[in-house]
T-cell receptor, first 114, second 113 residues
Framework: DGGITQSPKYLFRKEGQNVTLSCEQN?????MYWYRQDPGQGLRLIYY???????QKGDIAEGYSVSREKKESFPLTVTSAQKNPTAFYLC?????????????FGPGTRLTVL | AQSVAQPEDQVNVAEGNPLTVKCTYS??????LFWYVQYPNRGLQFLLK??????LVKGSYGFEAEFNKSQTSFHLKKPSALVSDSALYFC???????????FGKGTRLSVIA
């Protein structure tokens, strides 16, 4: 069963704690992305990676960190420096370098800070 | 910088009527345009894309979109709306390479029986 998996589906965190969101894909895609979704604000790019061992900051990278040690995996850490982390987090991937490729999305992780 | 605008936060349509969800874009080069749909607490599902060629693009679930270069628009359409089409719709754009898609803020479509 090919696709993108994100875990956990729901995550609760106390203020001051770091938390890591998992994203795995078995589509053999080169590029992977993390977006944050808040009501009325659409999707905002946090980080992206076009190749293993390389990643770039998106529009709202402050308070977040990522790694891309394997092609299949792109975990996102929400650090205690992120001031308002409660949101729905979406991971996506896309193949190759062509500009016409759509992005495939995972089911999302809803993070709530208590 | 590339950008997308979805001017309507909410669109209400009666079941069986045609629907249109609007999208305008701004890019420096040739646009690559996409539509996605999102159901509650789910990821985004790809509907259709415009790359080049025919201005009318057909996609999943009976949706289509019309690319208009002079008006820089890419409106999503469906001839006859279903209650099950009720969801959040996102327009997205990319102008080069495999850079991340830039998304609009989304339009909530409500189809009323």
């Amino acid at each position: 069963d090919g696709g993108i998996t994100q875990s956990p589906k729901y995550l609760f965190r106390k203020e001051g704690q770091n938390v890591t969101l998992s994203c795995e894909q078995n589509l053999n895609h080169d590029a992977m992305y993390w977006y944050r979704q808040d009501p009325g604000q659409g999707l905002r790019l946090i980080y992206y990676s076009q190749i293993v061992n390389d990643f770039q900051k998106g529009d709202i990278a402050e308070g977040y960190s990522v790694s891309r040690e394997k092609k299949e995996s792109f975990p996102l850490t929400v650090t205690s420096a992120q001031k308002n982390p409660t949101a729905f987090y979406l991971c996506a991937s896309s193949p190759g370098q062509e500009n016409h490729n759509e992005q495939f999305f995972g089911p999302g992780t809803r993070l709530t800070v208590l | 910088a590339q950008s997308v605008a979805q001017p309507e936060d909410q669109v209400n349509v009666a079941e069986g009527n045609p629907l249109t969800v609007k999208c305008t874009y701004s890019v420096s080069g040739n646009p690559y345009l996409f539509w996605y749909v999102q159901y509650p607490n789910r990821g985004l599902q790809f509907l259709l894309k415009y790359i080049t060629g025919d201005n009318l693009v057909k996609g999943s679930y009976g949706f289509e979109a019309e690319f208009n270069k002079s008006q820089t628009s890419f409106h999503l359409k469906k001839p006859s709306a279903l209650v099950s089409d009720s969801a959040l719709y996102f327009c997205a754009v990319r102008d080069w390479g495999n850079t991340p898609l830039v998304f609009g803020k989304g339009t909530r479509l409500s189809v009323i029986a």
